[in-house]
């Protein structure tokens, strides 16, 4: 199947999980895929393991919340050719297992930071290189937990809640464009960030799944390939779901 060929696919946080899987499920439907992340080591072992089975893969080391190090990236994506299709994956649990009460702001404001200024200016570059041609879908990881709220993770419900009103704002703005914006909610997939949580809050998280499992990577890949895909033409500045039956509207 090579639904994305003769497309450039670029991946925030394509290092690791998620970001990983999608990298990997686009470039083994026929896409040439960059890497953005902030993480030099294991965005070299992504690249390498997927040029290992013969896909096309670049990395640029970015973070994400850095409007300088986006524009550049973008900018230099576009000087190969541009790209078709974004995915911002790229994204931190932040303060988590803790009431509201006890989250210092520097750790507030880095969550926010990271996962929802970081996706405003992967949208704001990805878009400046997509609307020439008429042609683009970009795809924002939001979370369940922006939907619902986890306690214990206000930080990061409120900076995913945060992606979810930037897509359907920005979805609207661009609904003529030929460039789709949207999201994807999911609720737990076991990735490194899920690992390095407290062991309680990833029970409270699991428990709320009505079918009792997590998520797994090729099932959200499976999603995430679809709606970046030509086949997904009418949706747009929405946030799909991906919870195993904890959805919420
Ligand atoms: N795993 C889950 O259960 C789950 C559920 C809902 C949403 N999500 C979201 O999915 C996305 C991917 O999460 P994951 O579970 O694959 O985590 P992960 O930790 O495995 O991967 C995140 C990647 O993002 C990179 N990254 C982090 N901050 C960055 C920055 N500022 N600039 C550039 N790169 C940065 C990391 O280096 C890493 O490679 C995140 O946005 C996360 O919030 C995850």
Known sequence: MNRFEN?????TGGASGIGFAIAEKLAGEG??????????????DAVKSLKDKGYRAEFVEIDISDEGGVKSAFQRI????????VVNAAGIVGPNGIPVTEVALSDFERTCR???TGS?????????????GQYGRIL???SIAGKEGNAGMAAYSASKA????LVKSVGKEYAESGVTVNALAPATIMTSMVEKMEAHQIKYMTDKIPMKRCGKLEEIANLAAWIVSKESSFNTG??????????VY
């Open 238 to 247: 929405f946030t799909f779901d991906m919870t195993g039956g904890r959805s």
């Open 114 to 116: 990271i996962n929802l």
């Open 31 to 44: 896409a040439g895929v960059w890497i953005l992340d902030m993480n030099a080591t294991a965005a070299d």
């Open 120 to 132: 405003f200016l992967v949208t704001k570059y990805a878009l400046k290189v997509m609307l020439p």
């Open 162 to 165: 945060g992606v979810i009103g």
């Open 140 to 142: 924002l990881i939001a």
């Open 78 to 85: 576009e000087d190969y050719g541009g790209c078709s299709i």
């Open 7 to 11: 497309q450039t696919a670029v991946i």
